[in-house]
C-alpha cells in the first residue's frame, strides 16, 4: 500500500497532525511518503492508492489560496474512487472549511478511509492520536 501525505502548514500545527498521519501508515508496512503543497500535483495522485490532505482554515474559512488550493483543485478529476482523508488546525469559527472540502471530496467521488480529524489551534496528543489512526485506514 502506498500512502501520499500532502499538507499546506502556516504555523507548524498542520504539519505536525500531516506527520502524526504519515506516521500511523508507516506503522503498519504501507509505504508513505510526505509531501508539502507546493511538491505535489495531480500528476503524482496515480502512483498512490491512498492519500490525506492537510490544510488549515484560512481567511472566511476556506482552504489556503497560493499553493495549496491551486494543487488540490488540479487534483480534483483524480478523486473518484480515491482512498483519501483530510485534516487541518483552525483558529476561528466552527470547522466550516472542513465541511465544506468534505462535501467537494464526495461530491467528486473520493471514497473516505474514515472521519476528518480537525483541532483549534496546536493539536493535543487526543488529536494527534486521531491523525495516526487515519494513516492506519489509509494503510488498510
Known amino acids: 500500500m502506498k500512502v501520499a ?8 500545527n498542520t504539519e505536525s497532525m500531516a506527520d502524526a498521519v504519515w506516521r500511523g501508515a508507516r506503522s503498519v508496512g504501507a509505504e508513505s511518503e510526505i509531501f508539502t503543497a507546493g511538491n505535489f500535483s495531480a500528476a503524482m495522485m496515480d502512483s498512490y492508492d491512498a492519500v490525506a490532505f492537510g490544510c488549515p482554515s484560512m481567511g472566511s474559512e476556506q482552504l489556503e489560496e497560493s499553493e495549496f488550493a491551486p ?5 480534483l478529476d483524480k478523486l473518484f474512487g480515491k482512498k483519501i482523508a483530510l485534516f487541518g488546525s483552525y483558529g476561528w469559527g466552527d470547522g466550516e472549511w472542513m465541511r465544506t472540502w468534505s462535501d467537494v471530496c464526495k461530491a467528486a467521488g473520493a471514497e473516505f478511509a474514515c472521519d476528518y480529524v480537525i483541532c483549534n489551534n496546536e493539536p493535543d496528543d487526543d488529536v494527534l492520536e486521531k491523525c495516526r489512526q487515519m494513516g492506519v485506514a489509509l494503510a488498510r
Open 5 to 12: 501525505v500532502v499538507f499546506w502548514s502556516g504555523t507548524g
Open 71 to 75: 494543487m488540490f483543485e488540479g487534483c
